[in-house]
């Protein structure tokens, strides 16, 4: 197993900044996902660690390997960076069976006899494959080739586990099954994965850290509680989970207290920030219904504009200050309008884009 480097790293194409000046670092063992939207630069990222495709500047290590320096011109080939890759629309070899898959894997690297069949066994009972070892993959449910795919990958020991969007193309269900199987797998491996999604969701379940890319850059590296709870932009704040983003002007007061004023003049108290234009991002289930017990401030009558049931809770639109605010909770209201309250605590404040 090993950790992983990533210094200064850019791609260009030719106009087209793909990669600007990133940098992190992976902890032996880690779960790290790459998550931002489309095209923000995290399948160029892992071609770089890859080997695929050969950066325009920076570093990156694995280990005290140097893979690839943009300065002295050091690039290692994929072939000899031992790393597990997984893609999207990875392919079986549809006329091997599934232990014939794996044992194709093991003959390119040279690995064969008693050690490839005892490789094959322990991979397939790892992804509980075992009892499909002499199936076709055509014989298989798309969650299955999934499981035998990444087992492909496992079976000879990389020292990195590279995958892009691996779940992607299964549905929504099966989905979810296969990104709780694969974080305990990960655990039970320990080994140093670098994920790729656009799916908050499933990036908060599975790591251990994110980092959210945005448009080449990092926008963030955290937790996924840390990502979750302290956004370090509105971007951040928005793409990860829903935000409600609110324009406001703050006013510092004396005594180190912070109001923002909504454009039809409603006051409220926020945590001190920059004075002047400011975006304030408040999540849909942080907010507050009904009385509740808290402080007095930031109490406001909402009209209900529009509600929606999503089964175990309820969405609705309210409208407060000429604002459209997402409310999710378990409460059930009927009424025209609700008294809501916004908790100080809860409210970012970020300097307005
Ligand atoms: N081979 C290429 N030639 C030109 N532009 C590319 C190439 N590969 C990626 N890009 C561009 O680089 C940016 C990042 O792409 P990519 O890393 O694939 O994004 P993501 O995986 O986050 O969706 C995009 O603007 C994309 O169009
Ligand atoms: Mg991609």
């Known amino acids: 197993m090993a950790s992983v480097a ?5 791609r260009h194409f030719g106009r087209v900044v793909a990669l600007d000046d990133i940098s992190f670092s992976v902890a032996d063992g ?10 923000c630069g995290k399948s160029t990222t892992l071609a770089a660690l890859a080997g695929l ?43 091997m069976t599934v232990a014939q898959n794996l044992d194709f894997t093991l003959e390119l690297r040279r ?31 798309g969650g299955q080739q999934q499981r035998v795919a990444l087992a492909r990958t496992l079976v000879y020991q990389p020292e990195i586990l590279l995958l892009d969007e691996p779940l992607s193309n299964l549905d929504a269900k099966l989905r979810d099954r296969a990104r709780i199987w694969l974080g305990e797998l990960q655990k039970r491996t320990g080994v140093t994965t670098v994920y790729v999604t656009h799916d908050q ?35 951040v704040a928005d ?4 935000s409600n983003l609110i324009d406001a002007e703050l006013a510092l007061q004396p005594g180190g207290q912070a109001t923002a004023r909504l454009p039809n003049g409603e006051i409220l108290r926020v945590n001190p920030g920059p004075s002047g234009p400011v975006t304030l991002a408040i999540r849909p289930e942080k907010i507050v219904i009904g009385e509740d017990g808290g402080p007095p401030d930031n109490r406001v009558v909402a009209k209900v504009l529009a509600k929606s049931y999503l089964g175990a809770r309820n969405l609705y639109v309210i409208g407060i200050g000429g604002q459209r605010l997402r409310v999710e909770t378990n409460a059930g209201i009927d009424a025209t309008e ?16």
């Open 111 to 141: 690995i064969r006899g008693a050690e490839a069949k005892r490789r094959i066994d322990e991979t397939l009972s790892l992804v509980d494959m075992i009892d499909f070892a002499d199936r076709y993959p055509g014989e298989l449910s």
């Open 239 to 242: 793409f990860v989970g829903a």
């Open 30 to 39: 880690e779960f790290l996902t790459l998550l931002g939207p489309s095209g």
């Open 53 to 95: 495709d050969r950066p325009t500047k920076g570093t990156i290590r694995i280990g005290d390997r140097i893979l690839f320096d943009g300065a002295s011109g050091v690039f290692v080939d994929a072939q000899f960076r031992n790393l597990g890759l997984m893609f999207q629309s990875y392919a079986l070899w549809p006329h």
């Open 6 to 10: 990533v210094a200064n790293l850019s």
């Open 201 to 235: 969701a499933e990036a908060l379940a599975l790591s251990d850290r994110i980092i959210v890319m945005n448009k080449g850059r990092i926008a963030q590296i955290g937790t996924p509680t840390e990502i979750y709870e302290t956004p370090s932009d509105v971007f």
């Open 338 to 353: 609700m008294p809501i309250r916004l908790p100080m605590e809860s409210i970012r404040v970020y300097p307005r884009a």
